[in-house]
């Protein structure tokens, strides 16, 4: 039985469930999964090898077979070899991902990467659907959230700050959209985990919402 301690962090792009997971598990001293920029790079892999983002068991045998690794501590991500860069981050990548996320297929043949993630001393996991189906027995689950409006005015700085100028009404919308394919997608949905603990980050600092986190944390015991 595997008994590495698991905590899941779900919740929509932009909550700030990313930054908050990583700081996370940097506290504690536990492996990190970013499961978004799997699907991120089995979208990007497909864009530029032609592959229709539709074609379910093409883009399968793409999931199953990327040759991908991170480097925890730069944040950096290679992709058969080559480090990708900023292009994952990017949103034509992001609405790609969204898109080849819906497909049972593609689910299925990431589900066992992410579950070698599993390693000692702990890990933090970070998705729309780990405490939901990836690690259904993590404790605590948690389920990050914050407004449309807050978390656009986010993606709109972030851009500006790497000197891409963006609409905030466009990509509030943009943002609502893809909301709403990851929420009404029959596969893995993203919904609150059972008996997940709820954090809304709208109007909060980072530290705001860890202390939130760690308070319970403290609570439950993770590992124990
Ligand atoms: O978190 P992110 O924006 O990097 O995720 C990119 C897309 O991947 C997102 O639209 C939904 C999908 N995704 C998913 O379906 N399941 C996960 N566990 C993580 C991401």
């Known amino acids: 039985m595997d008994k590495v301690p698991v905590i899941t962090i779900d919740g929509p792009s932009g ?70 860069g900023d292009r994952l981050r990017t949103e034509e990548v992001g609405n790609a991902a969204s898109r080849v996320a819906a497909l049972p297929a593609v689910r299925a043949a990431l589900l066992d990467r992410q579950r070698a993630f599993r390693q000692p001393p702990g890990l933090v996991a970070d998705g729309r659907d780990m405490g939901t189906v990836v690690f259904p027995d993590a404790a605590p689950k948690f389920f990050v959230t914050a407004s449309v409006a807050e978390r656009a005015r986010r993606r709109v700085a972030q851009l500006r700050e790497k000197g891409m100028d963006a609409d905030p009404e466009a990509v509030a919308a943009e943002i609502a959209e893809r909301d709403r394919r990851d929420r009404e997608r029959p596969v893995a949905p993203l919904r609150p985990a059972e008996g997940a603990v709820r954090i809304d980050t709208t109007g909060k600092r980072i530290d705001e919402s860890l202390a939130e986190m760690r308070a319970h944390l403290a609570g439950s015991a993770p590992g124990a």
């Open 15 to 84: 909550s700030g469930k990313g930054t908050l997971g990583r700081a996370l598990a940097r506290e504690l001293g536990w492996h990190f999964l970013d499961s978004g920029a799997l699907y991120r790079l089995v979208a990007l892999a497909a864009l530029d090898r032609g592959i229709p983002l539709d074609d379910a068991p093409a883009l399968a045998r793409l999931a199953r077979e990327l040759d991908v690794r991170f480097d925890v501590d730069s944040d950096a991500v290679w992709l058969d070899g080559t480090p990708v």
